[in-house]
């Protein structure tokens, strides 16, 4: 979920969409008139997890979004917390959305997502435990890792790597899902 900046954060100036010369030439970005605050709009990082179930035979755990419409499902995924690594921040998400304790967390890649202003740090981990959902999430599955078909953004292309360095060739859904 994006917001709109229409007002300086620090001066509370209404926002406008004005030039300025940065590192790599003149460059319209929303600034404000009065006191230069810049609104950079940097891409926001966010934490992926592939949740391999070691006491489910290996079977890795996807989730479907409560937000989302259709039956799509993904990774766990949140933001980092102020203060945290995000090995710590996927262990903690992990046991936030899922209820399951997690561990050996091992970078998989990152990745862009342009279409949510995001880069996806995808982890892998093991984890095992009773599933309890959080309410952010509206239902899981559980995959053997061969069965799976990836997607192509953001966090699908994580498990195909994923996969790909287990040995197994990534099988992808069709465009139109
Ligand atoms: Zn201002």
């Given at each position: ?108 890649g990152v990745y862009d997502f ?5 880069v996806i740090?995808a ?31 953001g966090t699908?292309y994580a ?19």
């Amino acid at each position: 979920m994006t917001h709109a900046y229409h007002y300086c954060p620090d001066c509370a100036s209404p926002l406008r969409l004005l030039s300025q010369d940065e590192d790599g030439g003149p460059k319209e970005r929303l600034r404000c008139p009065a006191c230069g605050w810049t609104h950079w709009n940097n891409p926001v990082p966010v934490l992926a997890a592939i949740v391999e179930m070691t006491d489910r035979g290996g079977q890795v755990l996807l989730a479907r979004n409560a937000a989302w419409q259709g039956r799509m499902f993904a990774l766990i995924t949140g933001f980092m917390e102020a203060g945290e690594s995000p090995r710590d921040g996927i262990l903690r998400e992990v046991a936030e959305e899922t209820g399951l304790v997690a561990e050996n967390p091992a970078l998989v890649g990152v990745y862009d997502f342009q279409r949510m202003n995001q880069v996806i740090i995808a982890y892998h981990v093991q984890a095992r435990g009773e599933i309890v959902l959080s309410p952010e999430l509206a239902e899981y599955r559980l995959f053997r890792p061969e069965e799976i078909k990836c997607w192509r953004a953001g966090t699908g292309y994580a498990i195909a790597d994923w996969l790909s360095a287990r040995g197994i060739e990534p099988k992808w859904m069709e465009p139109a899902a």
